[in-house]
Every structure is written in structure tokens, then in C-alpha cells.
């Protein structure tokens, strides 16, 4: 298995420009997440999906949609790319509702000029 | 809903055990207590999680206080490899939305 992959690795964009980062996942898993994490802190909870065709917002959901049209993929994507936006984004993805553990992608790093 | 405390950084000798505390005092009695670790330039990495009683893995040992406001990581011979931000995180059984705090940055000495 290649667990979760995210392309691209390193992004650098220009306010107003859209993109959309991908994940994908080989495990079958039910869950997928979306997280950032700025310089100096932890992951914060940007959108979830509980399996395909379920979305739902996270923590910090504002700038960014979803959709989980297979149960191995799910792109986030940035509408009208932001400065503030400016991070290193991973995705996660866990089996289903009774298997706690999560596995983390490598992450895709953001720039935003 | 309080997240953890842990301290923000620690140091510990190469082949020597490391006890990286965690505090939960809000904890409710179907939290689960998580842990993950992240090197540097990586996605986090699950180390262990528990409910209730110790658990014991490959990687590390979670002991849970009895009262459960607290758990303690256990690395039992600490490696370069295992220099790392490790965060604690209380989390609902079955929610996937967790919560990250800032962690402990550990430093292993060579």
C-alpha cells in the first residue's frame, strides 16, 4: 500500500488564483481529513469526510471547499488563494468509526504571495 | 472543551527511557487518549492511544492515571530517530476530529 499520497509537494501561488491540492488513499478508508499547520503550531481541522458523498467543516473550513465523490480521493481546494492561506496542509485518513488511529500524507507546502 | 497540557519542550539522552507527561484534567469517561509524534518535514506519525488501561506497543508505552487526568509516553530507549514534536490529544472514541495542541518538541543528546 502506498497509505495516503498528496500532490503536489510544494505550491507557490498568487493572491486570487485558485488550486486544488490532492490526496488519495489506497487503505479503504471511510475517513478522510484535511488539516493545516502553521509555522510554530499544531494541526488545525479544516474540512472531514465520513465517506463518500459526506462532507462536513472543520475548524477553520473558511476559503477552502470539498468533495468526496470515491471513497479514495479527496481534494481540497482553495477557491481565491489567500496570503493568510500560507501553510503546510496534510491530509489524513482513518479506517472507520471504531479504529482510532489516523495516518498522515507528507504534506503539501503552500506558499501564497 | 480544554484540549491537553504538556510541557513545550524536553531533552533526553541517546539509549536512555524518556517519560513525556500529559495532562487531561477535563477528560470524560469516553475520551480516548491519543498520541502522535511528528519529525521534522513529515506528516505525524500515531505512536499509541488508550481508554482506560496501560497499553503497550512496538514504538512506546502509554500509562493512564487512575483518575485519568493524566497519561505519561514512555519511549523505553530513546534513538536520534525519535527527536520529535509529540502531541497528546484527548478525543472522543469514534469522532475524527482531532484536536492538536502545540506538543513537545524532545530532543534526544547524542
Known amino acids: 500500500n502506498a497509505g495516503v499520497t498528496q500532490t503536489p509537494k510544494f505550491q507557490v501561488l498568487k493572491t486570487g488564483q485558485s488550486m486544488t491540492l490532492q490526496c488519495a488513499q489506497d487503505m479503504n478508508h471511510e475517513y478522510m481529513s484535511w488539516y493545516r499547520q502553521d509555522p510554530g503550531m499544531g494541526l488545525r481541522l479544516i474540512h472531514y469526510?465520513?465517506?463518500?458523498?459526506?462532507?462536513d467543516q472543520g475548524e477553520v473550513p473558511n476559503g477552502y471547499n470539498v468533495s468526496r465523490s470515491t471513497t479514495e480521493d479527496f481534494p481540497l481546494r482553495l477557491l481565491s488563494a489567500a496570503p493568510s492561506q500560507t501553510s503546510v496542509y496534510f491530509c489524513a485518513s482513518r479506517l472507520d468509526r471504531v479504529i482510532e488511529t489516523q495516518y498522515f500524507g507528507p504534506g503539501t507546502r503552500l506558499l501564497v504571495l | 472543551d480544554a484540549k491537553t497540557t504538556q510541557p513545550n519542550s524536553m531533552e533526553s539522552n541517546e539509549e536512555e527511557p524518556v517519560h513525556l507527561p500529559c495532562n487531561h484534567s477535563?477528560?470524560?469517561?469516553?475520551?480516548?487518549i491519543h498520541w502522535y509524534r511528528q519529525l521534522p518535514s513529515q506528516g505525524p506519525e500515531y505512536v499509541i492511544h488508550?481508554?482506560?488501561s496501560n497499553v503497550n506497543n512496538r514504538m512506546a508505552s502509554l500509562a493512564i492515571a487512575e483518575d485519568r487526568k493524566s497519561s505519561t509516553l514512555i519511549l523505553h530507549r530513546a534513538t536520534l530517530r525519535d527527536a520529535a514534536v509529540y502531541y497528546c490529544?484527548?478525543?472522543?472514541?469514534?469522532?475524527?476530529?482531532?484536536?492538536f495542541g502545540t506538543g513537545t518538541r524532545l530532543t534526544i543528546i547524542p
Open positions: 469526510s465520513v465517506g463518500a458523498g459526506i462532507t
Open positions: 488508550g481508554l482506560t
Open positions: 477535563t477528560i470524560s469517561g469516553t475520551d480516548y
Open positions: 490529544i484527548k478525543n472522543l472514541g469514534g469522532n475524527e476530529k482531532l484536536t
